[in-house]
T-cell receptor, first 113, second 112 residues
Framework: AQSVAQPEDQVNVAEGNPLTVKCTYSVSGNPYLFWYVQYPNRGLQFLLKYITGDNLVKGSYGFEAEFNKSQTSFHLKKPSALVSDSALYFCAVRDGRTYKYIFGTGTRLKVLA | DSGVTQTPKHLITATGQRVTLRCSPRSGDLSVYWYQQSLDQGLQFLIQYYNGEERAKGNILERFSAQQFPDLHSELNLSSLELGDSALYFC???????????FGPGTRLTVL
């Protein structure tokens, strides 16, 4: 069955420290993988995507993500967290066969000053 | 501002009623997506249209329907509303093959 898992409801990190938000997926065909961020009372904003090519993808606001095919993971990372990064982060995947989009349940990132 | 507009911003209605949510995609985007976001269900993909044709269907109830018009705007129709339909409804648009979606600000539906 198609699914996206974000195993952590919340991640707390100190400002300046590296952060990782985890995502694993299960879909058919070659997946398109995305990360989005949602600030309070706002729609989602695109951060980055992986379709093909280099496994390390760089995106907006200094974020990057690493695609790992064998582990079916697409973890979001940032070398140095900012307080302004505090938000809700969603991993999403487009099924390669059905074109359906599946979103994870979201991980709330809290960066502490 | 993503360039995607949604109307209305807020909608309050009663059970059993029917409502229509409207979405205008970014200029040039041919794909429109509809999502439902609720506290207990997270973000649920409902349906996608590409240039007027249905392209993918997610967890959309039979009471819900959508369409995309020749000018590419889209409408999501929700009928026989139930209390559980109260949620934030997002529209997004994209231009293949990039497929990153640009989300509108959402319509908050409250069913009383």
């Amino acid at each position: 069955a198609q699914s996206v898992a974000q195993p952590e409801d919340q991640v707390n990190v100190a400002e300046g420290n590296p952060l990782t938000v985890k995502c694993t997926y299960s879909v058919s065909g070659n997946p398109y993988l995305f990360w989005y961020v949602q600030y309070p009372n706002r729609g989602l904003q695109f951060l980055l995507k992986y379709i093909t090519g280099d496994n390390l993808v760089k995106g907006s606001y200094g974020f990057e993500a690493e695609f790992n095919k064998s582990q079916t993971s697409f973890h979001l990372k940032k070398p140095s967290a900012l307080v302004s990064d505090s938000a809700l982060y969603f991993c999403a995947v487009r099924d390669g066969r059905t074109y359906k989009y599946i979103f994870g349940t979201g991980t709330r990132l809290k960066v502490l000053a | 501002d993503s360039g995607v507009t949604q109307t209305p911003k807020h909608l309050i209605t009663a059970t059993g009623q029917r409502v229509t949510l409207r979405c205008s995609p970014r200029s040039g985007d041919l794909s429109v997506y509809w999502y439902q976001q609720s506290l207990d269900q997270g973000l649920q993909f409902l349906i996608q249209y590409y240039n007027g044709e249905e392209r993918a269907k997610g967890n959309i109830l039979e009471r819900f329907s959508a369409q995309q018009f020749p000018d590419l705007h889209s409408e999501l129709n929700l009928s026989s509303l139930e209390l559980g339909d109260s949620a934030l409804y997002f529209c997004a648009s994209s231009e293949p093959p990039a497929d990153e979606q640009f989300f509108g600000p959402g319509t908050r539906l409250t069913v009383l």
